[in-house]
């Protein structure tokens, strides 16, 4: 049996009522006599009675000269959280143009505003990102453009941050558009703005102070507009060793160009090895490096003889007591070293030996004596990057890689730490090449792509303590370089 109380109330169904013909008008009979809080609940056609419910109580309308805005709900009592949906229906289904914007069942209160569309679909976009339901999120316009977010107490900045600038620049707004969360607060701007691009040319910061671990290689791109992001920098500290990947024309010589310049310019002594092409790119470091190798063979020697200086080192740095290079004292420590191998996959990957031809033959000899310094620079590389990584020593090289068969071995690029991929549109299997996390890190925008002149240099990284992102190289020449080489 359905019990009368204040929030029930038992109809007497009139004389011949058809529930299909007749249902419409009860019900709004029963909101109109009750009030707009009650509902029909049910029919007991056997009975001959009807049973409305009141739901809710409005109890108060904010403003009294009908331009209200929002109102005050008062819920009926053992409303529970998960009810929050069937109530924001029956609410909004009976004050149409209105929203549900709050909802305490513990209070026993819920609101309701008159939210336009636009904001409707913000709140909505904002509350799947964060996981909640629409009536915990708040919008408003943000004077100048955008939206002002009133946030949900799970709101997380780790968590959520990556979430709502995804809404904003593909939901809410377009590319260029950003958050800007005040979490104590539980407040959050959406802030309109022109998609993220670079200037032409990024001049080499030689005003700015040079720290001998940290090199500077170019910046990330900003959130919106011209804005730049922070400085990308190689922390030689955290990660003596990186890797600068690319296609052709991409950008990989001048990217080491700024890490041997910067190198110079903080003291680094430096050797370079280019077999391939002989130097050419580089040769006004020249006169400033410790080694110099433009052929296969002087390149050989130039690494095994790095690696020999490092073991050396290793010893000293036992004997002196200190676990790295740079906690030994400065005066008791010699300068940091640096070997950059531009096109290093050439100087690697053997090539194939002529089939068929007697083994004494001088094409047979002469791909066998190339094979062995390739094979010795490989291993020589390979315990450069394992075992010298305390001792002031630093490889850096650079390679373009087509496929996985003249890709670098994977065990050689994790250990170099840092990792470059320069270029626009890189294949997936170039990024799972040069990338140890390739899903993590971005890919260079679309805006950017096409823009000839800003997207010179550009592309992604990947580096040790840092998220990853998109970066454009600093520009400077060879001579800019030596010119500020200590
Ligand atoms: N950071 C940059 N800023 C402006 N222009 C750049 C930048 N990097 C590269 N360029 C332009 O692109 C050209 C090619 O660059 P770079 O020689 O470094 O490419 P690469 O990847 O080494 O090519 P390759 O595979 O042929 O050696 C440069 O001569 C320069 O004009
Ligand atoms: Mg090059």
């Given at each position: ?255 080491l160009?700024?890490?041997i ?8 002594q430096v050797a370079i090895v280019d077999g391939p092409k002989g130097g050419v790119d580089f040769a006004?470091f020249q006169?400033?490096c410790f080694a110099w190798g433009d052929s296969l063979e002087r390149a050989a020697e130039v690494v095994k003889a790095v690696y020999e200086e ?27 070293l640096m070997l950059v191998v531009d096109e290093l996959?050439s100087l690697i ?21 190339r094979?062995?310094a390739k094979?010795e620079i490989l291993?020589a590389l390979?315990?450069i ?10 490889l850096v090289g650079a ?88």
């Open positions: 049996m359905v019990a009368e109380g204040p929030q029930r109330r038992r109809l007497r169904l009139p004389e011949g009522y058809d529930p299909a013909r007749h249902g419409e008008a009860l019900r709004s009979w029963v909101r109109q006599q009750l009030g707009p809080s009650w509902a029909l609940e049910m029919v007991d056609l056997v009975a001959g009675v009807a049973y409305a419910r009141r739901q809710v109580e409005v109890t108060e309308l904010e403003a009294a000269d009908g331009s209200a805005e929002r109102m005050e709900v008062r819920l009926a009592s053992g409303t529970r959280p998960s009810d929050a949906e069937r109530v924001a229906a029956r609410l909004e289904d009976q004050h149409p143009g209105w929203t549900m914007t709050a909802f305490d069942p513990w209070l026993g209160r819920a609101e309701l505003a008159k939210v336009p569309d636009g904001h409707r679909r913000v709140r909505a976009a904002v509350a799947t990102a964060l996981g909640v339901k629409p009536w915990d999120v708040g919008v408003e316009a943000r004077p100048g453009g955008g939206y002002r977010l009133r946030l949900p107490a799970s709101y997380m900045p780790s968590r959520h941050d990556d979430r709502l600038d995804e809404v904003a620049t593909s939901v809410i707004g377009s590319l260029g558009w950003y958050v800007e969360a005040d979490p104590p607060h539980l407040r959050a701007e959406v802030i309109p703005g022109d998609p993220p691009t670079f200037p032409a040319v990024l001049p080499y910061p030689f005003g700015a102070l040079s720290e001998t671990m940290r090199l500077s290689v170019g910046h990330c791109l900003g959130r919106s507009g011209a804005e730049l992001g922070p400085e990308v920098a190689l922390d030689l500290e955290a990660n003596p060793h990186a890797l600068v990947s690319g296609t052709t024309g991409s950008g990989k010589s001048v990217a160009w700024a890490i310049g910067g190198a110079l310019r903080a003291g680094w006004a006169p400033a490092g073991r050396s080192r290793k010893q000293a740095l036992k004997a002196s007591g200190a676990r790295r290079w740079h906690d030994m004292a400065p005066g008791h420590r010699p300068p940091p996959t990957i053997p090539e194939p030996v002529p089939k068929g031809v007697p083994k004494d033959h001088p094409l047979v000899v002469e791909a066998s004596e094979n062995l094979a291993s390979g315990k990057a394992r075992e010298l990584r305390y001792v002031g020593v630093s390679t373009q890689k087509a496929s996985t068969a003249t890709g670098i071995p994977t065990e050689l690029r994790d250990n170099m730490g840092a990792h470059f991929l320069l270029g626009l549109r890189p294949s997936e299997s170039q990024r799972r090449l040069a990338l140890t996390h390739p899903e993590t890190v971005p890919e260079v925008p679309a805006h950017l792509a096409e823009d000839v002149a800003a997207s010179r240099g550009v592309g992604v990284y990947e580096l040790d303590g840092a998220p990853p992102g998109v970066l454009k190289v600093y520009w400077a020449t060879p001579e800019d370089y030596m010119a500020h080489a200590r």
